[in-house]
């Protein structure tokens, strides 16, 4: 908890609420994660946050705490976009798929985390899966509203001719697959 600093109470509280909730978060992520290590059923777990938690109106804490949030900037723009995920195997999984399951995955958009979970597990996924896997190979963040992107390691809101054309191919099997197979009515 936040006692001392340079907060004013209000900000004080905003901070210690959200600190309060990450403390109940952790400790039932925890029984959570127990409950599947102990499991002889081979178990994945995939678990992200949301980015930029409410943190007073109009960002009034993270400017207090000096944070940027000016997503013009590339520091801006990790710090309002970013969140961290875990891909999380139990004894069972790792043995199964003859995967260790440790390190640091790559900075991605979240709409290829299915993508980094087959690709962890040694799948290739249907063919939408490996089509958005070529994406993700080459422009692995993709930021709508900003319209930036990161490709090559850099953030930049122009994307080479392949970058583009990936994207726009995206877009369309986004598309196509929403329209046609992702909400098929049940009889």
Known sequence: YVLGGD????ERNILNNYFGSIYNTNQNL???FDYF?????????VVFGDHNP???????????MGLDLDFSTEEGF?????????IWANDASKEALDRDFTG?????????????VF???????????????????????????????????RL???LTPEGQALVDDYHMLQYYWRRHFAYDSVS
């Open 7 to 10: 907060y004013t109470d209000a």
């Open 119 to 153: 690709r962890q597990c040694g799948w290739d996924g249907n063919a939408f899966m490996q089509a958005t896997q070529q994406v993700m190979d080459q422009v692995p963040v993709i930021n709508t509203p900003t319209g930036l992107y990161v490709e090559g390691g």
């Open 30 to 32: 925890k029984a959570f």
């Open 78 to 86: 990790y710090n309002y976009y970013s969140t961290r995920y875990l």
């Open 54 to 64: 409410w943190l007073g109106d109009g960002n009034a804490v993270y400017e207090a």
């Open 37 to 45: 290590r102990g499991e002889s059923e081979p178990v994945v777990i």
């Open 104 to 116: 640091q995955g790559p900075t991605i958009s979240p709409n290829f985390l299915m993508n980094e």
């Open 156 to 158: 930049t809101a122009a």
